[in-house]
């Protein structure tokens, strides 16, 4: 069975309610992407858009190959969101290592997203969802 890397920043972080989806995946690290994107917050989850706003903050899980299947159905891979792979940081400080990720990103740029608020990335940047608080950076 396959592994795979994937980079989350929403509802599927661990402190998140969707996190049960990865209860069989092995967490890798704190990280943040290379690439800088936008954000937009709407009910209950964000969404990543191309863009040059600010990088964004997340986790890295190792998943197998069910658990990929089982995020793609969540994330409507293909229709709503499409899974890339982009280079994210480790976070973890001087001994930071960059790899490749799968993320899910969202398809039909702004104007299919126009209900969601666009998000401010914070001093350093950095955009880090949290949807209890509706804290947003």
Same mark, same amino acid.
């Given at each position: 069975?396959?592994?795979?890397?994937?980079?989350?920043?929403?509802?599927?972080?661990?402190?998140?309610?969707?996190?049960?989806?990865?209860? *069989?995946?092995?967490?890798? /690290?704190?990280?943040?992407?290379?690439?800088? $994107?936008?954000?937009? &917050? +709407?009910?209950?989850?964000?969404?990543?858009?191309?863009?040059?706003?600010?990088?964004?903050?997340?986790?890295?899980?190792?998943?197998?190959?069910?658990?990929?299947?089982?995020?793609?159905?969540?994330?409507?891979?293909?229709?709503?969101?499409?899974?890339?792979?982009?280079?994210?940081?480790? *976070?973890?400080?001087?001994? /930071?290592?960059?790899?490749?990720?799968?993320? $899910?990103?969202?398809? &039909? +740029?702004?104007?299919?997203?126009?209900?969601?608020?666009?998000?401010?990335?914070?001093?350093?940047?950095?955009?880090?969802?949290?949807?209890?608080?509706?804290?947003?950076?």
């Amino acid at each position: 069975m396959s592994k795979h890397l994937v980079f989350v920043y929403g509802t599927l972080k661990s402190d998140q309610r969707a996190a049960y989806m990865l209860e *069989d995946a092995t967490f890798v /690290a704190h990280a943040v992407t290379v690439d800088r $994107y936008c954000m937009r &917050g +709407g009910t209950g989850f964000p969404v990543v858009l191309p863009g040059d706003d600010g990088h964004v903050v997340g986790e890295v899980w190792r998943v197998d190959d069910d658990t990929f299947a089982s995020l793609d159905r969540m994330e409507s891979n293909g229709h709503m969101y499409q899974r890339q792979q982009v280079s994210v940081c480790d *976070d973890s400080g001087s001994h /930071a290592e960059v790899f490749k990720a799968w993320m $899910y990103i969202g398809m &039909g +740029g702004v104007r299919r997203w126009r209900g969601f608020a666009p998000l401010k990335a914070d001093a350093d940047g950095c955009f880090c969802w949290k949807s209890e608080d509706r804290e947003y950076a």
